[in-house]
């Protein structure tokens, strides 16, 4: 897949990706990062120019709050974590991934 | 070069209506697309326009997606081209031996081509600067009848077209005449002057820069207004582009002139050394037609051909008689008198064109050596990397991406090659080869202008392309893919042959230059190291020319000859002074054999041509020259019979030995008495006109300070030392402003002229041979270079295509030595052909440089055996590469590879 | 417009790969295509069906899919797109890609931790 393609894809599923990562730990957006790196095993590289737009953008829906706190080395970072809403939420992009998903593998096996 | 833009733009707004066209079609789909739609929503059960606003809501923004597309289209684009020139710079940076070759080749072959390419189109086919100038013509009277050479007008033929002819609507005449002194103000200046009829002016369609143009009154001899134009550079050099110029009266030696007006820089004509232009008077008092000076141009009218007006003016002839009784139709009859009439361009260019053509024809030769080279060189590199364009098939690339990517990369090439091109080119259009307007008409006219600049990048990057482009089509995109399963030869037979014949062809012409090369630089070494039979080092000589007032016999001049010698004669440094009619090597043009002598009792003997000149009696001591018998000149050798020096040459030629002391030597003389002389003495030989010429024999007639008291209406001698070189030997030589001075002193008219010093005339005399056996040399070794590349980029491709066949021998045990024997053995035949057909090629036209070979014969062992030895090794060098490379290969690599 | 949800935008993402698999099928013209990717998608394309002529520019400057013009069955002039060699090829790619792409996401949804 092109850059492009890949961005588009990812920043599609960001949500998803993001919702899922706050609701395992809060965490700051570059562990956030991180995690979903891990988690991916270093496949889903999320830019954090990406990323800081689509959690204002979940903040702003309350489905995600923050707080300040301290990082491991001493640092003042805003922590996000999952609210009430966000749980929901996260539950309904599953669902709507999973059909996404089955449905495109549909197509994509189709012969 | 105007309609190339033209077709260039027309290309463009090409592209532009496709871009409208694919905005049509895309409209077609989008609307397509929407009666689908707006269809499909009918069938489920929406009314027409329900149906239809539906469609365009679920579509989106038409416009939108309108821009997108072609955005699309343009920013792929574009972006793949950027990606493709990054890469290729990425795959040039990484074969900087080729990208070396190929930018030196392209850029030094282009830079030359275009630089003589310019000059042979600024001169040969360029119009003439002039209103209309495919209109102008020059008109040649032509009687070779009566052994008279050229094509000249007398005053009674050019008067007589120019008042019958109806074909013209103008003819005018002219001459130049370098005998006109400027003697106002501190310096005097010898001039060139343009004798011109008024109309001339107007013929051309020039216009003053200052003041005005000659009226036809303005010839007679009686005219008060005595006008003269002149030139702009003259005007700013010696006026400072004084705005007060009309109407100055400026002192000429043929007597004071007004000046009427300037005429601009950019009017060249006849030269554009003139600095004078004086109106031409038509005297027909005495109407003939064997003493001719004068050129004729003329303006055809509006639809006469050349032809039509040649015919016209021969049919004038006949009536030239009628006109003026004295020239009967006898005469005309018998000396075949015509009339020819050539466009002026023609006629400007015709003494060059010739060379011209052939020039062109070599840098045409040169490029497509060039070209050819490159292509090979591409060739190669393509083998090379024919796995990885293999390999990048496979992965998706489309042949278009290949393609795409060889031809960006002979762009980028291209480019780069204009780099060099352009200082290349900028370097022979400023100093044109050395060549002057002398040699060259029109030349002043060539200069490196942008349009040049565009020329050199547009035809480097062209080339570029078309490289890439032949390299991809010669490689064949399936048969890089069928490499992956079978090995094939890629490339056919008759290419092969084509690209051994042009490296061949390259050999050979790489030798005959390099043979040609050897033969003029013997000559030149032969030339410098002649015995010119004087001293050339420690002296210098100038030249000054009496005008005619004040110095009318051959007293007067030697008188203020001799004062000349007194006073430069006590400067510090300087030893002794001589004074003669002419010096060695001079040049003057033609060289005139025009005494006929005979011994004095040698009645009936054929007589022999002999050089004149005449010398005071240091003169001799001063140049160097030997005395071998008798004395110089001494008071009283004019009394009586004269006494005569002569060279050993004219004395054995005479009378046949040296030994002639006090012998008689008789000048005879058409239409007089023939003159006696008594010998006194006998020099050495020197040479005339050029060192080639070798000895001329030389009698010196006396040039006596004083005229020996003989009264002034008597000439011992013929003619009066009116224009004589002084020759100045000693420590320090006197610098230019002092005999500048030391002359302006004497006599306030006079320009001492051709300061120089005795070295220089010799350089001079050498300096054609040395300026052909550089541009030879230069052309050998370039020739030779390409020869290399291109002897190389053949055996190494070739070699690279056979790759399985070493990898099997390899493989079966042969010897790596043998292997790369193999190679060698291919480029050792090639180089073997090439070197045979220029061997042949040389032995044929080494004879055309005849005129410029001294003292060595055109098929001379020496140069065709050193030359041809360089061009094996230099050329078997270039083979042993690719051989080396050949015998190491792993036999387990190269049957992998296929 | 609103902006568009999560699965759209992965549509767009997934727009060339589900064009290039479509038309692996048969050749077929603008709208068909996006007809036939609704129909099997079960998913509009929110962002307006145009969208695809755009992916479609960016398909055929690469090489992967060929155009020509053609008449329908009901005789009109459609415009259809063809895939090549190349983007036979490139499918292949473009696949795997994506389905390493499901897979990683798949992973971070499935962590427990």
């Given at each position: 897949?092109t850059?492009?393609?890949?961005?588009?894809?990812?920043?599609?599923?960001?949500?998803?990706?993001?919702?899922?990562?706050?609701?395992?730990?809060?965490?700051?957006?570059?562990?956030?990062?991180?995690?979903?790196?891990?988690?991916?095993?270093?496949?889903?590289?999320?830019?954090?120019?990406?990323?800081?737009?689509?959690?204002?953008?979940?903040?702003?829906?309350?489905?995600?709050?923050?707080?300040?706190?301290?990082?491991?080395?001493?640092?003042?970072?805003?922590?996000?974590?999952?609210?009430?809403?966000?749980?929901?939420?996260?539950?309904?992009?599953?669902?709507?991934?999973?059909?996404?998903?089955?449905?495109?593998?549909?197509?994509?096996?189709?012969? | 070069?105007?309609?190339?833009?033209?077709?260039a733009?027309?290309r463009i707004?090409e592209l532009?209506?496709a871009r409208?066209?694919s905005?049509?079609?895309?409209?077609?789909?989008?609307?397509?697309?929407?009666?689908?739609?707006?269809?499909?929503?009918?069938?489920?059960?929406?009314?027409?326009?329900?149906?239809?606003?539906?469609?365009?809501?679920?579509?989106?923004?038409?416009?939108?997606?309108?821009?997108?597309?072609?955005?699309a289209r343009g920013v792929i684009a574009l972006d793949n081209l950027a990606r493709d020139a990054r890469f290729a710079f990425r795959r040039l940076h990484r074969a900087?031996?080729f990208a070396?070759?190929v930018i030196?080749?392209l850029?030094?072959?282009?830079?030359?081509?275009?630089?003589?390419?310019?000059?042979?189109?600024?001169?040969?086919?360029?119009?003439?600067?002039?209103?209309?100038?495919?209109?102008?013509?020059?008109?040649?009277?032509?009687?070779?009848?009566?052994?008279?050479?050229?094509?000249?007008?007398?005053?009674?033929?050019?008067?007589?077209?120019?008042?019958?002819?109806?074909?013209?609507?103008?003819?005018?005449?002219?001459?130049?005449?370098?005998?006109?002194?400027?003697?106002?103000?501190?310096?005097?200046?010898?001039?060139?002057?343009?004798?011109?009829?008024?109309?001339?002016?107007?013929?051309?369609?020039?216009?003053?820069?200052?003041?005005?143009?000659?009226?036809?009154?303005?010839?007679?001899?009686?005219?008060?207004?005595?006008?003269?134009?002149?030139?702009?550079?003259?005007?700013?050099?010696?006026?400072?582009?004084?705005?007060?110029?009309?109407?100055?009266?400026?002192?000429?030696?043929?007597?004071?002139?007004?000046?009427?007006?300037?005429?601009?820089?950019?009017?060249?004509?006849?030269?554009?050394?003139?600095?004078?232009?004086?109106?031409?008077?038509?005297?027909?008092?005495?109407?003939?037609?064997?003493?001719?000076?004068?050129?004729?141009?003329?303006?055809?009218?509006?639809?006469?051909?050349?032809?039509?007006?040649?015919?016209?003016?021969?049919?004038?002839?006949?009536?030239?008689?009628?006109?003026?009784?004295?020239?009967?139709?006898?005469?005309?009859?018998?000396?075949?008198?015509?009339?020819?009439?050539?466009?002026?361009?023609?006629?400007?260019?015709?003494?060059?064109?010739?060379?011209?053509?052939?020039?062109?024809?070599?840098?045409?030769?040169?490029?497509?050596?060039?070209t050819t080279n490159v292509v090979n060189l591409f060739l190669l590199r393509t083998e090379r990397a024919s796995q990885e364009i293999a390999i990048a098939l496979s992965l998706g690339a489309t042949r278009l991406a290949v393609a795409e990517r060889f031809v960006i990369e002979g762009i980028v090439l291209g480019v780069a090659s204009a780099?060099?091109?352009?200082?290349?080119?900028?370097?022979?259009?400023?100093?044109?080869?050395?060549?002057?307007?002398?040699?060259?008409?029109?030349?002043?006219?060539?200069?490196?202008?942008?349009?040049?600049?565009?020329?050199?990048?547009g035809c480097a990057t062209l080339i570029g392309a078309a490289v890439g482009l032949i390299a991809l089509t010669r490689t064949g995109l399936g048969g890089l893919f069928d490499r992956l399963r079978?090995?094939r030869p890629t490339s056919s037979?008759t290419w092969r042959?084509a690209q051994?014949?042009?490296?061949?062809?390259?050999?050979?012409?790489?030798?005959?230059?390099?043979?040609?090369?050897?033969?003029?630089?013997?000559?030149?070494?032969?030339?410098?190291?002649?015995?010119?039979?004087?001293?050339?080092?420690?002296?210098?000589?100038?030249?000054?020319?009496?005008?005619?007032?004040?110095?009318?016999?051959?007293?007067?001049?030697?008188?203020?000859?001799?004062?000349?010698?007194?006073?430069?004669?006590?400067?510090?440094?300087?030893?002794?002074?001589?004074?003669?009619?002419?010096?060695?090597?001079?040049?003057?043009?033609?060289?005139?054999?025009?005494?006929?002598?005979?011994?004095?009792?040698?009645?009936?003997?054929?007589?022999?041509?002999?050089?004149?000149?005449?010398?005071?009696?240091?003169?001799?001591?001063?140049?160097?020259?030997?005395?071998?018998?008798?004395?110089?000149?001494?008071?009283?050798?004019?009394?009586?019979?004269?006494?005569?020096?002569?060279?050993?040459?004219?004395?054995?030629?005479?009378?046949?030995?040296?030994?002639?002391?006090?012998?008689?030597?008789?000048?005879?003389?058409?239409?007089?008495?023939?003159?006696?002389?008594?010998?006194?003495?006998?020099?050495?030989?020197?040479?005339?006109?050029?060192?080639?010429?070798?000895?001329?024999?030389?009698?010196?007639?006396?040039?006596?300070?004083?005229?020996?008291?003989?009264?002034?209406?008597?000439?011992?001698?013929?003619?009066?030392?009116?224009?004589?070189?002084?020759?100045?030997?000693?420590?320090?030589?006197?610098?230019?402003?002092?005999?500048?001075?030391?002359?302006?002193?004497?006599?306030?008219?006079?320009?001492?002229?051709?300061?120089?010093?005795?070295?220089?005339?010799?350089?001079?005399?050498?300096?054609?041979?040395?300026?052909?056996?550089?541009?030879?040399?230069?052309?050998?070794?370039?020739?030779?270079?390409?020869?290399?590349?291109?002897?190389?980029s053949?055996?190494?491709y070739?070699?690279t295509s056979?790759?399985?066949?070493?990898?099997?021998?390899?493989?079966?045990?042969?010897?790596?030595?043998?292997?790369?024997?193999?190679?060698?053995?291919?480029?050792?035949?090639?180089?073997?052909?090439?070197?045979?057909?220029?061997?042949?090629?040389?032995?044929?036209?080494?004879?055309?440089?005849?005129?410029?070979?001294?003292?060595?014969?055109?098929?001379?062992?020496?140069?065709?055996?050193?030359?041809?030895?360089?061009?094996?090794?230099?050329?078997?060098?270039?083979?042993?590469?690719?051989?080396?490379?050949?015998?190491?290969?792993?036999?387990?690599?190269?049957?992998?590879?296929? | 417009?609103?902006?568009?949800?999560?699965?759209?935008?992965?549509?767009?993402?997934?727009?060339?790969?589900?064009?290039l698999?479509?038309?692996?099928?048969?050749?077929?013209?603008?709208?068909?295509?996006?007809?036939?990717?609704?129909?099997?998608?079960?998913?509009?394309?929110?962002?307006?069906?145009?969208?695809?002529?755009?992916?479609l520019v960016r398909l055929e400057q690469r090489g992967w899919i060929d155009t020509e013009?053609?008449?329908?069955?009901?005789?009109?002039?459609?415009?259809?797109y063809r895939l090549t060699a190349a983007g036979r090829r490139a499918l292949?790619q473009?696949?795997?890609?994506?389905?390493?792409?499901?897979?990683?996401?798949?992973?971070?949804?499935?962590?427990?931790?």
């Open positions: 897949m850059i492009r393609q890949q961005t588009d894809a990812l920043r599609g599923s960001l949500d998803l990706l993001i919702l899922k990562t706050l609701s395992l730990v809060p965490m700051h957006g570059w562990g956030i990062t991180l995690r979903i790196q891990q988690m991916s095993e270093g496949i889903l590289d999320v830019n954090l120019g990406s990323l800081y737009p689509a959690l204002q953008r979940l903040e702003k829906n309350g489905l995600i709050a923050s707080d300040w706190g301290t990082t491991d080395n001493n640092r003042r970072a805003r922590y996000y974590r999952l609210t009430a809403a966000g749980r929901r939420a996260l539950g309904q992009e599953l669902d709507s991934w999973k059909r996404f998903t089955t449905g495109l593998d549909a197509v994509l096996r189709s012969t | 070069m105007l309609h190339h833009a033209r077709a733009i027309a707004r532009f209506r409208s066209h905005a049509v079609e895309q409209n077609d789909e989008f609307s397509f697309h929407i009666e689908m739609e707006t269809a499909e929503n009918v069938r489920r059960g929406m009314n027409e326009a329900d149906a239809r606003r539906a469609a365009l809501l679920r579509f989106g923004g038409t416009q939108r997606w309108a821009e997108e597309t072609q955005s900087p031996a070396a070759g030196a080749t850029g030094i072959g282009l830079g030359a081509a275009i630089g003589i390419g310019t000059i042979v189109y600024d001169v040969l086919l360029r119009d003439l600067p002039y209103e209309s100038p495919d209109q102008l013509v020059r008109v040649g009277f032509i009687t070779d009848g009566i052994g008279i050479s050229g094509d000249m007008h007398s005053p009674a033929t050019y008067f007589h077209f120019a008042k019958s002819a109806r074909s013209f609507t103008e003819l005018g005449a002219y001459w130049t005449s370098d005998d006109f002194n400027v003697t106002d103000g501190d310096a005097p200046e010898r001039v060139t002057v343009a004798l011109m009829t008024p109309n001339t002016f107007t013929l051309l369609g020039v216009r003053s820069l200052v003041g005005k143009l000659f009226e036809p009154g303005d010839t007679s001899w009686s005219n008060v207004r005595n006008a003269i134009l002149i030139s702009e550079s003259f005007w700013r050099r010696r006026y400072g582009a004084d705005p007060s110029i009309v109407g100055r009266r400026i002192d000429i030696n043929r007597g004071a002139r007004n000046v009427i007006g300037v005429v601009p820089r950019s009017f060249d004509f006849p030269t554009p050394a003139v600095d004078i232009f004086y109106p031409a008077p038509v005297p027909v008092k005495t109407a003939q037609i064997t003493a001719r000076g004068f050129n004729v141009i003329g303006r055809l009218r509006d639809g006469i051909d050349p032809r039509v007006a040649a015919a016209e003016l021969n049919a004038l002839i006949p009536s030239l008689a009628e006109r003026f009784p004295a020239i009967t139709p006898d005469m005309l009859q018998r000396s075949r008198a015509r009339v020819s009439v050539e466009s002026l361009k023609s006629a400007t260019v015709a003494s060059v064109r010739p060379q011209l053509v052939l020039l062109g024809v070599l840098v045409a030769v040169v490029l497509l050596i060039a780099i060099v091109a352009l200082p290349a080119a900028a370097l022979a259009l400023s100093t044109k080869f050395g060549f002057t307007a002398r040699e060259i008409p029109r030349l002043h006219e060539v200069s490196f202008t942008w349009e040049t600049a565009a020329l050199v990048l079978a090995s037979r042959r051994n014949g042009l490296v061949a062809f390259q050999v050979a012409i790489a030798l005959v230059l390099l043979v040609a090369a050897g033969l003029l630089g013997r000559s030149f070494w032969n030339l410098r190291n002649a015995k010119i039979g004087f001293e050339p080092r420690n002296a210098m000589t100038f030249q000054v020319s009496l005008p005619w007032n004040g110095y009318r016999s051959y007293a007067d001049a030697a008188v203020f000859h001799a004062k000349i010698v007194d006073r430069l004669a006590a400067l510090p440094g300087v030893t002794s002074i001589g004074v003669a009619l002419r010096v060695p090597l001079a040049g003057r043009g033609g060289s005139s054999l025009d005494l006929q002598l005979q011994a004095g009792d040698g009645e009936g003997r054929p007589t022999v041509a002999s050089a004149g000149n005449m010398a005071s009696a240091d003169y001799f001591g001063v140049m160097g020259i030997p005395l071998r018998a008798g004395r110089s000149f001494r008071s009283g050798d004019l009394r009586g019979t004269p006494a005569v020096i002569i060279s050993e040459l004219l004395a054995k030629n005479v009378f046949g030995t040296t030994d002639v002391i006090g012998r008689t030597i008789k000048q005879s003389r058409v239409g007089s008495q023939p003159m006696s002389f008594t010998i006194v003495g006998v020099v050495g030989d020197v040479h005339w006109e050029r060192i080639e010429d070798g000895y001329a024999p030389m009698l010196y007639f006396p040039l006596q300070r004083d005229g020996d008291g003989l009264p002034s209406d008597r000439s011992a001698v013929p003619g009066r030392p009116m224009d004589v070189q002084f020759v100045i030997r000693g420590t320090q030589l006197p610098s230019t402003p002092t005999i500048q001075e030391t002359v302006k002193e004497l006599d306030r008219r006079i320009p001492p002229t051709n300061i120089r010093t005795l070295g220089s005339l010799v350089d001079a005399a050498t300096a054609r041979v040395r300026l052909t056996m550089l541009l030879i040399a230069i052309a050998g070794i370039a020739a030779l270079l390409l020869g290399v590349i291109g002897v190389y053949v055996v190494a070739t070699a056979r790759v399985r066949e070493f990898g099997i021998r390899l493989a079966l045990g042969a010897a790596p030595t043998r292997v790369g024997g193999l190679v060698l053995g291919d480029g050792l035949k090639l180089v073997g052909i090439g070197i045979v057909a220029g061997l042949a090629a040389a032995l044929g036209t080494t004879r055309f440089l005849r005129a410029l070979l001294y003292e060595v014969k055109p098929t001379s062992i020496a140069e065709f055996g050193s030359a041809t030895a360089l061009l094996v090794i230099v050329t078997v060098c270039a083979t042993l590469i690719p051989a080396r490379r050949a015998a190491r290969t792993h036999p387990a690599v190269a049957l992998r590879a296929e | 417009m609103a902006k568009p949800t999560t699965n759209e935008q992965v549509l767009q993402g997934t727009l060339d790969l589900l064009i698999k479509t038309l692996s099928l048969t050749p077929m013209h603008g709208w068909g295509l996006t007809h036939r990717i609704e129909q099997l998608s079960q998913d509009a394309l929110q962002v307006g069906q145009g969208s695809i002529y755009p992916a013009w053609r008449i329908t069955e009901n005789s009109r002039r459609a415009k259809y292949g473009e696949l795997a890609s994506w389905n390493r792409f499901v897979s990683a996401v798949g992973l971070v949804i499935a962590a427990e931790s």
